[in-house]
């Protein structure tokens, strides 16, 4: 379920959480989540301890691809 936060400065999924480090995928692009709660795209290499967890890239759909020609998707 997609919601506002209580205090209104963030819209969440209620059903998506973020996945532990173990299970992050080696040098690909992903989301990952910082020690001071922030996410960046970026890539693990597996030794760093600045990443509290990780997310998969969200997929772009059809009918936003349609209104840029040529989008390079990374589905």
Known sequence: MIRETADKAAVVDTEYYWQPMSTCP??????????????VYGQYDGKSKSWLGWAPLPRIPEEIKREVPNVRSVD
Do not use: D, E, I, Y
């Open 26 to 39: 080696l040098s690909r692009k992903v989301q990952l989540l910082t020690t001071g709660m922030v996410a």
